[in-house]
């Protein structure tokens, strides 16, 4: 954030992050909490997210409101509803996100269905959310989306889907939500080493460090430095270029043949 007054003037005094506890969802907290931001904070399990809260709180004099629940349960999203309006929240980070990973038919249709509650109807019911009650004033959404969703990715086809629904929808907003004074921002990620990555490649003996693999904290600045600035945006000069081999020099078949050799011996990482 190269300004920072002006980034908290603009999308403070409150900021909700959607899948916070851990990762990537912690370093958004961190990187906003420096700024002076209050929080609320998202994710299904107490303990990590009560942990984050109190050491945000002791290190920075954050004021955290804490929410737990399933981002795919419509209550939870309801509760969200109801504490982003009481609250002023002036920025949302839609960071969680629920990968199915497996060949399509063999998945059960629940997890399928998970994937479109918590990485499509969970995204669009938080940003009408906010977009629909912040008619007077200036703000600000991050959405997460995934070098997976800008070609086929088999072996986790609905992930990359709902990744390219990500991309498009803010991509969209930041253009319609513009005249209102709300900038949104897409940040498509390659690998970043959260512990959902490192599980998900642990058969493979990665330990997170392969190269190209990002920090939370790089990709979380990013995302961040980008609203205002750009809609879309690719965190790591090496994603920048496979995202331009991918999508720009390959045919797409070939395109969709690298990512399914980079999928293949991912594992579910389900809690
Ligand atoms: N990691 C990568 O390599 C990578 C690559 C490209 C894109 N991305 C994108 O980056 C984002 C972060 O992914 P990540 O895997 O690295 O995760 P992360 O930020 O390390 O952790 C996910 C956070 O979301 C919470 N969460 C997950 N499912 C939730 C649900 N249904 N309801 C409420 N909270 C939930 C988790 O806490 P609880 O478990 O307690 O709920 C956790 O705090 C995702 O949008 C992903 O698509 C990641």
Redesign the pocket.
């Known amino acids: 954030m190269k300004n920072k007054q002006l980034f908290h003037q603009k999308y403070g005094p409150r900021a909700l992050v ?9 370093a958004f907290c961190e990187e906003l909490a420096k700024q002076h931001f209050d929080l609320v904070l ?4 107490a303990e ?2 009560k942990e984050l809260a109190s050491r945000l709180s002791a290190e920075f004099g954050t004021e955290v409101t804490t929410v737990i ?4 349960d419509p209550e ?1 999203l309801k509760n969200i509803l109801h504490v982003m309006q009481s609250r002023d929240v002036g920025l949302l980070v839609y ?5 199915a990973i497996g060949e399509f038919a063999s998945l059960p249709i629940a997890q399928l269905n998970q994937s479109i509650d ?2 499509i109807r969970g995204p669009v019911t938080l940003v009408h959310g906010l977009v629909s009650t912040m008619r007077k004033r200036t703000g600000g959404i991050v959405l ?5 969703g800008n070609q086929g990715a088999p072996n986790v086809a609905a ?1 990359g889907a709902s ?1 390219a629904y990500n991309t498009i929808l803010g991509q969209s907003l930041a253009r319609e939500l513009k005249p209102r004074g709300i900038d949104v921002a897409v940040c498509c ?4 080493r ?4 490192q599980l998900a490649n642990a058969r493979q003996g990665k330990t997170g460090e392969a190269p190209g ?1 990002l920090s ?1 904290k790089a990709v979380a600045r990013t995302a961040l430095n980008a609203l205002g600035r750009k809609p879309f945006v690719i965190p790591g000069c090496i994603n920048r270029i496979a995202v331009f081999v991918l999508g720009r020099l390959l045919p797409r078949r070939m395109a969709t043949w690298l990512m399914a050799k980079a999928t293949k011996k991912l594992e579910t990482t389900h ?1």
């Open positions: 959607a899948g916070a506890s851990e990762g990537l969802g912690a998202v994710a299904r399990r990590p997210l629940g399933d981002l795919a939870t960071n969680a996100a629920f990968s918590v990485n997460m989306s995934s070098i997976a992930y990744k990620a390659g690998a970043i959260t512990p959902g990555y693999t939370a809690r």
